[in-house]
């Protein structure tokens, strides 16, 4: 039989081909399976974290609306209440009117469930136009103010800017703050176990 070398170097070729497909792209293309699979589970959770990016971009936006609100209704209907700022407001308010303020007498707060109710009895004199345009300043005013028992009556004495005197209650609310209104509800517990001893 005469010796082919064309065979050996087959057989050779065939051994390392062998050889390198085992060894080496074998464990290379799992390898590369696996950095597939690993790169898509990425791409999925990349495309989950741009969602919750979109949502919380969407609540922050929600979030900084709701605190303009807020601030804009802390205007009208404030967390705590400034008796000196009002008194002073209402002050001008009827100085600006060309009104008299005979009373001002603020009374206590009457709480409600998240606020609080703090009505101020006045008593003024002045003209009927001018009583007008203070309520209606009154009404523009950036606080939330109700007129309630409004009573007038005709002076017998009169003037031409001394012609009538005024009487109602403006009624002002407050937001109960939390913190507070726990407090004032866990005190009431223990105030009364107090009496009890």
């Known amino acids: 039989m005469r010796k082919q070398p064309w065979l050996n170097y087959l057989i050779l070729i065939i051994i390392l081909a062998g050889a390198f497909y085992f060894l080496y792209f074998r464990p290379k293309s799992a390898e590369l399976k696996n950095l597939r699979a690993e790169r898509q589970k990425i791409e999925a959770e990349l495309v989950e974290l741009r969602a919750k990016k979109q949502q919380l971009d969407k609540i922050e936006l929600e979030i900084a609306t709701m605190t303009q609100t807020l601030k804009e209704l802390e205007a009208i209907i404030p967390v705590k209440k400034e008796i000196d700022v009002i008194l002073r407001k209402i002050q001008e308010l009827a100085f600006d009117s060309r009104l008299n303020i005979l009373r001002f007498a603020p009374q ?7 606020y609080s109710e703090w009505p101020i009895p006045i008593e003024i004199s002045g003209n009927y136009h001018n009583l007008g345009i203070f309520f209606d300043r009154l009404r523009t005013f950036a606080r939330l103010f109700i007129v ?3 009573a007038i009556k005709a002076l017998p004495n009169q003037t031409d800017d001394l012609t009538i005197a005024s009487s ?14 726990k407090q004032e509800a866990s005190a009431k517990p223990q105030a009364k176990a107090g009496k009890k001893q």
């Open 168 to 181: 109602f209650t403006a009624k002002t609310y407050m937001f109960v703050e939390e913190t507070a209104s």
């Open 148 to 150: 309630d028992k409004f």
């Open 108 to 114: 206590g707060e009457i709480l409600q469930e998240f």
